[in-house]
């Protein structure tokens, strides 16, 4: 167990879990790279708990089979699969000091205790609690004990740390903090790291990929400039950061591409959008558009030769700081641009003021309204 941990490779490969009629996860497929930062992002029930159970060994797979290393696990005990795993909750045992506590995966493995103190000793200095080992855990504050969990999944130096929601109990600052030092101690480790979260800063922040999940599939899998700039669906353009979302039908034009005519919009503007092949003509459409893409004009400036603007007037306005959060009546329905402050100088909005809302071609993106899974 000397010596650097090299970081383990997973292959998933049509793995599904059936509770009762319950697919909590059904038939995910996925590669992860020695020493990556896997993110696994998405709502509620998704089924993010599930899939990390399956590799830890918590939970056996209704099909399909997870490789670490080239090696089926299928048939490993938990503690045989070379995992640490951290949970939500620090799960830390009351009755027993830190050193104990991050021991105690070596005890399992029958370690002696002079290997021990080192092993421990070194997982302390790692999270920064070297002064703590003979401290309970009542003694600390959630953030030291989250490190305790952190020290007790890495002591016997694992190919691969499973991290579910760690931090989910934590104030915002101590995430913040935590979220480095994480990322510290992976590179350090050069361990793989498979982190599930619901939070998309904590995702986008920390992972070399991300996979959204939804409904026991994963919608997309890429990197955080991927997901967020090219969402390959509407439900990843809605849950990983926010998106205005407009409703319309695709029309076939006489130079065979595919636009879009919106709800309420006048039928002469045919709109360009980013995926128009993935739409068909004559099915409805739903169109995304981040609120800071959305630019706010004169009401002169309406019509606008390559992408024609709509007219509305501001309904309200959301001070942020650096940023303002326009919201504004439109007949193709209400929508929010955010302005920054730089934006702000030049012209001010006040809420009933008309305005042409402008977005540029290739910040809109379309997508079969059919294809939103929730
Ligand atoms: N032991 C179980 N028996 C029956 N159904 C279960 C069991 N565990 C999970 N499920 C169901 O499987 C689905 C996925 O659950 P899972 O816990 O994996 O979601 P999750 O993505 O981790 O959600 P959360 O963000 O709330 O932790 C849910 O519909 C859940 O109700
Ligand atoms: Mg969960």
Redesign the pocket.
């Known amino acids: 167990m000397d010596g650097a941990a090299t970081g383990g490779e997973v292959e998933l490969d049509g793995l599904t879990k059936k509770?009762?009629t319950?697919e909590?996860?059904r038939g995910i497929s996925l590669n992860i790279r020695r020493g990556e930062f896997l993110a696994i992002l998405?709502?509620?029930?998704?089924?993010?708990?599930?899939?990390l159970?399956m590799l830890t060994g918590f939970e056996k797979p209704t099909s399909g089979a997870i490789r670490i290393n080239g090696r089926d696990v299928a048939r490993l005990a938990p503690h045989k699969r070379g995992i640490g795993v951290v949970f939500q909750h620090y799960a830390l045992f009351k009755h027993m000091t830190v050193a104990q506590n991050v021991g105690f995966p070596l005890r399992m493995r029958g370690m002696s205790m002079r290997e021990q103190r080192s092993h421990i000793q070194h997982a302390l200095e790692l999270v920064k609690l070297e002064g703590f080992a003979a401290r309970f855990p009542d003694r600390l504050s959630g953030g030291q004990q989250q490190r305790v969990a952190l020290a007790r999944a890495i002591v016997f130096r694992p190919a691969l740390l499973l991290m579910?929601?760690p931090l989910g109990a934590l104030d915002k600052r101590l995430r913040e903090h935590m979220r480095v030092e994480i990322k510290r101690l992976q590179r350090n480790l050069g361990a793989t790291v498979i982190y599930?979260t619901?939070d998309q800063n904590e995702a986008l922040t920390m992972a070399d990929r991300v996979a959204v999940?939804n409904d026991?599939v994963v919608e997309q899998l890429g990197t955080p400039d991927d997901l967020y700039e090219r969402p390959a669906s509407a439900f990843v353009a809605d849950f990983v950061g926010e998106t205005n979302f407009f409703t319309g039908r695709a029309v076939l034009d006489a130079d065979g591409r595919i636009r879009v005519v919106l709800d309420g919009d006048r039928p002469e503007h045919r709109r360009e959008v980013e995926n128009a092949a993935s739409l068909r003509p004559g099915s409805g459409v739903e169109v995304g558009v981040r609120p800071e893409e959305v630019s706010l004009l004169p009401p002169e400036h309406a019509e606008h030769d390559q992408a024609p603007a709509v007219l509305g007037t501001v309904s309200d306005v959301l001070y942020e700081g650096a940023t303002a959060l326009h919201v504004v009546e439109t007949p193709i329905g209400d929508l929010s641009a955010r302005l920054s402050l730089k934006n702000l100088r030049e012209t001010r909005w006040a809420v009933g003021d008309r305005v042409a809302v402008h977005w540029d071609a290739r910040a809109a993106r379309g997508y079969p309204a059919a294809d939103r899974a929730s």
């Open positions: 509770y009762g319950v909590a996860v998405g709502p509620s029930g998704a089924g993010k708990t599930t899939l159970n579910d929601e599930v619901h999940m026991g």
